[in-house]
Nanobody
Framework: QVQLVESGGGWVQPGGSLRLSCAFLRGTFSAYAMGWFRQIPGKEREFVSV????????MYADSVKGRFTISRDSATKTVYLQMNFLKPEDTAVYYC?????????????????WGQGTQVTVSS
């Protein structure tokens, strides 16, 4: 059973940066496209970014394009989300995701495993 453990959330002022990490425990890391979604209370979980099984392809939501960067390290089985120029509207619980397959997608319904979530708060 795959287990995902996030870290790196917290509070930051607008314009600041944070890096989220997601440790992939138990399972074959290369069998999964890895991603990040976020959710605020009362709203559906929304796609943020996804990276292919070998890291050569990535997709981003329009709202974060140019500000966020996803990456993965096969040696440590870790996925990262570097978030720069953060805005108050980025405030949410961020969830790491694993979707079996090569490229991954933007739909939360296709995700096979979720992390427990980490809170990101952007405010002055």
């Amino acid at each position: 059973q795959v287990q995902l453990v996030e870290s790196g959330g917290g509070w930051v002022q607008p314009g600041g940066s944070l890096r989220l990490s997601c440790a992939f425990l138990r399972g074959t890391f290369s069998a999964y496209a890895m991603g990040w979604f976020r959710q605020i209370p009362g709203k559906e979980r929304e796609f943020v970014s996804v990276i292919s099984w070998n890291g050569d392809r990535a997709m981003y939501a329009d709202s974060v394009k140019g500000r966020f960067t996803i990456s993965r390290d096969s040696a440590t089985k870790t996925v990262y989300l570097q978030m720069n120029f953060l805005k108050p509207e980025d405030t949410a619980v961020y969830y790491c995701s694993a979707e079996q397959g090569l490229t991954g997608g933007t739909s939360h319904s296709k995700v096979d495993y979720w992390g427990q979530g980490t809170q990101v708060t952007v405010s002055s």
